[in-house]
């Protein structure tokens, strides 16, 4: 059975998963009725970070320009338009073998393509979920659901998973930007 975490905790993910490699990082949402006419376009992101907390080069932002990061240790699935449906609206693959020993965390954010020309924000957006699964076997492991504490946020970092010592944790951060996807790259070195 999964772990549901509240914001602000963190659990070993590895320690007690003996050989998991493979994550399929899930995440999702829901719109709000919403008539200001555009559609809603909401995309995850992957930041691989060093111990600075910021990327050591641009290719080490993995979204919908920038699919794959050269260690083949992140993977985004592709840019879903819409985010209609029941569950995951977006998916990453991690391969916790293949991440880089220079990078010390993985951050997961969710922004609002266009958000100021649309007039949206993360207020509009509810049952937003994170969700960590071993892509070996289908297990559920982690889930996150956000609260809706949002109003006039454009991004949000959702997560985390980083190194302690041998193992990998799992950080539910839920923090919130204005400034879209520009001052998520800012935060994080990305020249956007």
């Not at 490699?21 to 995850?44: C, E, S, V």
């Not at 958000?115 to 949206?120: G, L, N, P, Y």
Request: proline share 1%; aromatic share 10%; glycine share 12%.
């Amino acid at each position: 059975m999964a772990i549901s975490l509240q914001k602000g905790q963190k659990v070993d993910l590895t320690k007690g998963n003996a050989g998991l490699k493979k994550l399929h990082i899930g995440l999702g949402w829901d719109t709000n009725k919403y008539d200001g006419g555009a559609a809603f376009d909401l995309d995850a992101a992957a930041f691989l970070l060093g111990e600075s907390g910021k990327v050591q080069s641009d290719a080490d932002f993995v979204f919908y320009g920038n699919l794959e990061h050269a260690s083949g240790s992140v993977k985004h699935m592709g840019d879903n338009l819409t985010g209609e449906g029941e569950g995951d609206d977006e998916v990453i693959k991690v391969d916790l073998s293949k991440v880089p020993a220079n990078i010390a965390k993985i951050d997961f954010s969710v922004t609002i393509y266009d958000a100021t020309a649309r007039a949206q924000n993360f207020g509009m957006v509810s049952n937003a979920f994170i969700r960590v699964v071993n892509d070996d076997n289908n297990t559920e492991l982690i889930r996150y659901d956000l609260g809706e504490d949002y109003s006039v946020e454009t991004a949000v970092v959702v997560a985390e998973i980083y190194r302690h010592g041998a193992e990998w944790k799992f950080n539910a951060i839920g923090s919130g930007f204005a400034g879209g996807l520009k001052a998520l790259c800012g935060n994080f070195g990305v020249n956007a």
